[in-house]
């Protein structure tokens, strides 16, 4: 299986920071990664696929990059609604689907 | 808009088999692009994915539970569903049912429910 490796694990930040998480594959996956927030209590929600791809209704302050081996999440201006744990999950062709272990964006 | 909801029984004993159904509403289960599959969440901790099917009834499983699980599609209804057996306490979790485009990433996600295993 392939290893999602996500860091770091807790993060704390301020309103209006910029904010980057990094998502590492045990093996290159190109470009197929998803990202997902997820608030407490509730279920995850897709904000990002193929890597770079904004899903539909995601603001504009998110954004990802990376292929092969090593991606990025970065949000360009923190909001108060964006305190929450974010996944990366790989969807190589004939591998198992699987997620980072995720991480935590605290209020500092 | 699409909308997914999990149902069964919140608790099971040890040993014994979890059921779970998705009921997909706002949508066919048999729109060909997507996938159907269950993640689950233990508490206070990361997500895992279970297994996906195709309206055709094709599955695909994670190996680590490969030989515990079933998942099936029962188009008429509208709805999939998850059978795991010999369930223990180690499988105590949040379950999710999710949409997933083409095999690969979940769109569309369910509330969840959750499922304790306890005697």
């Known amino acids: 299986d392939i290893q999602m490796t996500q860091s770091p694990s807790t993060l704390s930040a301020s309103v209006g920071d910029r904010v980057t998480i990094t998502c590492r594959a045990s093996q290159s996956i190109s470009r197929w990664l998803a990202w997902y927030q997820q608030k407490p209590g509730k279920a995850p929600k897709l904000l990002i696929f193929?890597?770079?791809s904004l899903e539909s209704g995601v603001p504009s302050r998110f954004s990802g990059s990376g292929s092969g081996t090593e991606f990025t999440l970065t949000i360009s201006s923190l909001q108060p609604d964006d305190f929450a744990t974010y996944y990366c999950?790989?969807?190589?062709?004939?591998?198992?689907?699987?997620f980072g272990g995720g991480t935590k964006v605290e209020i500092k | 808009q699409l909308q997914l909801q999990e149902s069964g029984p919140g608790l099971v004993k040890p040993s014994e088999t979890l059921s779970l159904t998705c009921t997909v509403s706002?949508?066919?289960?048999?729109?060909?692009?997507?996938?159907w599959g269950w993640i689950r969440q233990p508490p206070g901790k990361g997500l895992e994915w279970i297994g996906s099917?195709?309206?055709?009834?094709?599955?695909y499983y994670n190996p680590s539970l490969k030989s515990r699980v079933t998942i099936s599609v029962d188009t008429s209804k509208n709805q999939f569903s998850l059978r795991l057996s010999s369930v223990t306490a180690a499988d105590t979790a949040f379950f999710y049912c999710a949409r997933i485009y083409d095999a690969y990433y979940m769109d569309v996600w369910g509330k969840g429910t959750t499922v304790t295993v306890s005697s």
């Open positions: 706002g949508g066919s289960i048999s729109s060909g692009t997507y996938y």
């Open positions: 099917i195709y309206y055709s009834g094709s599955t």
């Open positions: 193929k890597a770079s």
């Open positions: 999950q790989q969807y190589n062709s004939y591998s198992p689907l699987t």
